[in-house]
Structures are given as structure tokens and as C-alpha cells.
């Protein structure tokens, strides 16, 4: 079976630029979660959403939104992007909408760098 | 509000040596707790996990006890080995957001042969 899928694996964009990136969940699993970890720093959570639902949104600016497909895939967009989004950008599933006592499966990340 | 804290790394060892990485807990009631473990090039992994307190995760030799007294959930290993080497996270998901693990800032794990 294939784990959590992520794409671009790697992408360089420029300030002001939009950019969009993609996660495709485990078969089967219908939450998806995004998390941001800046080089040296733990993981920050920006969004989770099940069954095509906002379920928790963390500490981000309005720049960061997201969505869920009826497939239950995701995008992540980010909008007039800074320096300071440059960072590995995680996406995690989990066939519940809590992950209190279920675990999180994570895909490879994208790696963002914005010049 | 709730939060983790690890040590700081990275943590350098010798092969077969003990291992201890210390992880302590900010968090009303009763949070679920993890290790989740990061391979050089590769994915969060979770290695282990305790959701209550007392309880002992343990997963490819490693272990750790939920210690609600302490609010500590330190990771041990017996012997390490080369093949440990990698970035290990302590995170926490509260009863209050529970959608969400909170994270420490993780400790770089070397061990030499």
C-alpha cells in the first residue's frame, strides 16, 4: 500500500508568489493534517481537516489556507509568500479526526524555499 | 497552553552505549504522548506512544514511561547502534486539541561505530 504522498518534493519560489502544494492521504484514511517545520525546529501545526472539513486551524497568517477533495487529498496554499515560509512542509493522515490515540502517518514533505 | 521540551542536541554516542533523551510536558489533564523518530532523507516515523499514565511504549528496543508526576516521557535505548542515527521528536496531543501533536524541537542522535 502507498504511505502519504507529497508533491513537489522540492520547489524554489519568489516573494509575492503564490504556491500550492498537495498530499495524498493513505487509502482509506480521511483526515489530513499539514504541519510546517523550519530548519532545527519541531514540526507547527497549520491545518487539519476530515471529511472535507476545517477540524483545527494553528497560528497562521490568513496567507495560509487549505482544502479537502472528496478523495480526501488536500492542498496546502500559501499566498505573497516571505522568506520566513521557506521550510519542509508536512502532511499527515489518520483514519480518525483526533489523533490523541491514533497515530499519524506522515509523508515526505515538501521542501519550500523562497528567495 | 501546552507544550513539550527535549534536549537540546545533537547527542553523540559510541555504539553500544545507553542511550537517554529527556523529554518533560506542559498539559492540562491527561495528554496523549510520542516519540516519533526521523531517518536522514526519510519521513516522520512514530516509534512509540503512551496515553496513559504509567503506561510504558516500547518499539525496536527503545521504551518510555508516562510519568504524570515528573511530566517527563524520556526516551531510553539499552545499545544503540549505528543505524539509530537520526533526528528523534517527543510531541503531545492535549484532551483540549486533540487533532493536533504538539512538537519539541527535536535531538540529533549520532552514534559512532
Known amino acids: 500500500d502507498a504511505g502519504v504522498t507529497q508533491s513537489p518534493t522540492h520547489l524554489i519560489k519568489t516573494r509575492g508568489q503564490h504556491v500550492t502544494l498537495r498530499c495524498s492521504p493513505i487509502?482509506?484514511?480521511?483526515?489530513v493534517s499539514w504541519y510546517q517545520q523550519v530548519l532545527g525546529q519541531g514540526p507547527q501545526f497549520i491545518f487539519q481537516?476530515?471529511?472535507?472539513?476545517?477540524?483545527g486551524r494553528g497560528n497562521f497568517p490568513d496567507r495560509f489556507s487549505a482544502r479537502q477533495f472528496p478523495n480526501y487529498s488536500s492542498e496546502l496554499n500559501v499566498n505573497a509568500l516571505l522568506l520566513g515560509d521557506s521550510a519542509l512542509y508536512l502532511c499527515?493522515?489518520?483514519?480518525?479526526?483526533?489523533?490523541?490515540?491514533?497515530?499519524?502517518?506522515f509523508g515526505q514533505g515538501t521542501r519550500l524555499t523562497v528567495v | 497552553g501546552n507544550s513539550v521540551t527535549q534536549m537540546e542536541g545533537p547527542v553523540t554516542l559510541s555504539e553500544e552505549a545507553f542511550l537517554t533523551i529527556n523529554c518533560t510536558y506542559t498539559a492540562t489533564g491527561y495528554p496523549s504522548l510520542f516519540w516519533y523518530v526521523q531517518y536522514p532523507g526519510e519521513g516522520l516515523q512514530l516509534l512509540l506512544k503512551a496515553t496513559k499514565a504509567d503506561d510504558k511504549g516500547s518499539n525496536k528496543g527503545f521504551e518510555a514511561t508516562y510519568r504524570k508526576e515528573t511530566t517527563s516521557f524520556h526516551l531510553e535505548k539499552g545499545s544503540v547502534q549505528v543505524s539509530d542515527s537520526a533526528v528523534y521528536f517527543c510531541?503531545?496531543?492535549?484532551?483540549?486539541?486533540?487533532?493536533?501533536?504538539?512538537w519539541g524541537a527535536g535531538t540529533k542522535l549520532i552514534i559512532k561505530p
Open positions: 510531541a503531545l496531543s492535549g484532551m483540549d486539541s486533540n487533532y493536533q501533536l504538539i
Open positions: 499527515a493522515s489518520s483514519p480518525n479526526p483526533t489523533v490523541y490515540n491514533t497515530e499519524a502517518f
Open positions: 481537516y476530515y471529511e472535507k472539513e476545517e477540524r
Open positions: 487509502s482509506g484514511h480521511k483526515s
